[in-house]
């Protein structure tokens, strides 16, 4: 009886040996075909404990409209320290500022990110803005926001505001009763020219995207703004023209380039310009880089057309046939870059030549390696041999859209972002002594960058390595220098340049020996 029940425990103890070594070669097989499953699996299911509650949800984006979902993270789930940016790896979803994006942060008790330039100084807290959503305005009253002009693309009511994460707010246009009433005011470029009596309970916003040699002249009246909204960081509102996001921000580039951007593309350099007296001088900079490569000015300010109720087309054109473009500011100012930037060259497959804000302006808001700046090069010369060279090289030129598919270009969301921190309890009570010192304080260079004698002192430098050359009116008499000369002429070269060209009807041509070829234009 005894070894019975012995022989029967070793068989048990030997089949579970079996048992068990069978399990490990079944893993071994597993983890030799699918190492990654095995090493995660048990991450994986620590952090599916954890998952952020995430509660769908419709709103009507308008009367007879489609059902548009959005997700909300849940109140109580809290990733981010206090007062520290926010990371897209850290989201659970792709924001709805960008194009195909839906996620929303929940009402929150506590914000833990930066929303006031002061908590994050050089940072454009576009991101947090855009999300911040404090809990206080779930139940809160309606909030009127008013703008005086523009934004004609918004229709009045509460439309603007249905895809935002704060809804409680109200669009206005001016009139009497509005204007005493509305809880926020949004004056364009100039708060002086607004004969408006301000009430204790209002904000007002001063809301620029000209730059300071463009707009604002004129100071608001002491302690009236409360807020400032433009394109530079140090603004209370972040509105830059548009922004480069990467879905990662640890995958900020992508090899693999599935076809070739350079097939087809037969033509190097295009500008389409219509201001043809900038005082950064870009002109005269574009002039000179035409010496050494082909530089196309489509426009006012070039020989050939492409009419602006067609902008669309131009620009498919641009797309197909060109290699670079030429996204020139018509000011060298602080943080300011415009659609020339983003949408002329970036969205159409060219490589942007910029000129304007300083290069450490243009990594904030664009994607790695994806531009050239004129500040990297001695001169229009130099920069013309960095062009033939990615122009003779397929794989460079390439190089310059690896960025393709790690991100998208965002949403400013404005109305989003006034109608969140309007509703913020901890609502920062502040005013601008003088908005004019603050919008003109050194955010401009006077002279343009690169070619110092081509572009800072134009008219003597090219007019001093050419003596011989002389100026005719359109009859042929010679004229004096600074002798304005009407279009048309006999066909004999001329150059003129008023003051420091800026008649805004400045005829600019050179012999062909300097390289220059005609242009004229009219702003």
Not at 24 to 30: A, C, D, N, Q, S
Not at 145 to 170: D, H, Q, Y
């Amino acid at each position: 009886m005894f070894k019975c029940f012995s022989s029967r425990l070793r068989f048990r103890r030997i089949y579970k040996s079996q048992l068990l070594i069978l399990l490990i070669f079944i893993m071994l097989v597993g983890f030799l075909k699918n190492p990654t499953y095995f090493l995660c699996s048990s991450i994986g299911r620590k952090l599916e404990e954890h998952k952020p509650t995430i509660s769908e949800y419709s709103e009507e984006t308008s009367p007879g409209s489609r059902q548009e979902e959005f997700r909300e993270l849940s109140s109580d789930t809290h990733y981010f320290s206090s007062l520290v940016p926010l990371k897209m790896s850290e989201l659970p979803g792709l924001p709805y500022i960008f194009p195909n994006g839906s996620f929303m942060l929940g009402p929150q008790d506590q914000r833990n990110f930066p929303i006031h330039p002061e908590e994050s100084p050089g940072y454009d807290r576009l991101l947090e803005q855009s999300l911040f959503n404090p809990s206080a305005a779930q139940n809160a009253e309606m909030k009127t926001i008013i703008v005086t002009s523009g934004f004609g693309w918004f229709r009045s009511g509460r439309e603007p505001f249905l895809r935002c994460p704060v809804k409680n707010c109200f669009l206005g246009r001016p009139n009497e009763v509005l204007l005493e009433e509305g809880d926020l005011v949004v004056f364009i470029n100039d708060v002086f020219m607004q004969r408006t009596h301000k009430h204790s309970h209002q904000t007002w916003v001063l809301y620029i995207l000209e730059s300071p040699l463009h707009a604002h002249e004129r100071s608001s009246p002491s302690h009236s703004v409360n807020w400032t909204a433009t394109y530079r960081l140090d603004s209370d509102i972040v509105t830059p023209y548009s922004k480069w996001m990467y879905f990662d921000e640890r995958i900020q580039s992508n090899p693999i380039i599935l076809h070739n951007l350079a097939q087809n593309k037969t033509k190097k350099v295009a500008w389409l310009v219509s201001n043809c007296n900038a005082k950064n001088a870009r002109m005269l900079y574009a002039q000179e880089l035409s010496k050494y490569i082909q530089v196309d000015i489509f426009g006012d300010c070039g020989q050939l057309k492409c009419p602006k109720d067609k902008s669309s087309q131009c620009l498919e054109m641009l797309r197909k046939n060109y290699k670079f473009y030429l996204s020139f500011e018509n000011s060298n100012c602080k943080d300011y870059i415009t659609e020339k930037f983003f949408l002329n060259a970036l969205r159409n497959n060219l490589i942007p030549i910029v000129m304007g804000a300083d290069k450490d302006d243009y990594l904030k808001v664009a994607p790695l390696n994806s531009f050239l700046h004129v500040d990297d090069f001695d001169s229009p010369k130099a920069l013309a041999e960095k062009l033939h060279e990615i122009d003779a090289d397929d794989h460079k030129f390439n190089a310059y859209f690896e960025w393709h598919g790690t991100g998208d270009f965002v949403d400013t969301n404005f109305m989003c972002v006034l109608c969140g921190m309007l509703h913020d309890p901890d609502k920062r009570t502040k005013s601008y002594e003088d908005t004019l010192t603050w919008w003109h304080g050194n955010a401009c260079k006077h002279k343009s960058v690169g070619s110092r004698e081509c572009v800072e002192k134009p008219e003597r430098s090219i007019l001093a390595r050419a003596p011989h050359m002389k100026k005719y009116d359109a009859s042929g008499t010679k004229v004096q220098h600074g002798t304005r000369l009407p279009p048309g002429g006999t066909g004999k070269r001329r150059y003129t340049m008023k003051g420091r060209a800026n008649d805004a009807r400045a005829i600019y041509t050179a012999d062909t020996k300097l390289g220059l070829e005609s242009r004229a234009g009219i702003t």
